[in-house]
């Protein structure tokens, strides 16, 4: 299950690098979903990148805690439709993005621990 829960999230990743490219400030954006895949398909291949993880978590996590704020009083429609039609809605929507990398970049970390810890 986890296997394909790796590849799950490593293609979704893929798409939120593809949807960057018409952001304002795409390149970040696209270098960010594209670590969270490159680390999503190594876990699911079999790869334990503990500190890989560890560090994108934790970067991950930073960044969305500097844009966390705008997600409480975001506009419904800035979650619910496929379109920006307000510029109100790109750091909400970036936020939960982040949210996303880290939270999944933690669940590797912590079963890459886990993994080299039962080696051991």
Known sequence: MMRILCFFFGGLFLIGAGV????????????AY????????????GGRAF???????LAFGVWFATL???IPGA????????????????EP???VGLLLLAGWSAVLAVRARSVEGDRT
């Open 20 to 31: 960057q490219w018409n952001d304002p400030d795409p390149l970040a954006w696209v270098v």
């Open 34 to 45: 594209l670590v969270g895949a490159g680390l999503s398909f190594h876990a699911g291949s």
């Open 51 to 57: 500190a890989a993880n560890a560090i994108a978590a």
């Open 68 to 70: 966390a704020a705008t």
């Open 75 to 90: 506009p419904e429609e800035a979650f619910t439709s496929f379109e920006m039609r307000e510029r109100s809605h790109e």
């Open 93 to 95: 929507r970036e936020a």
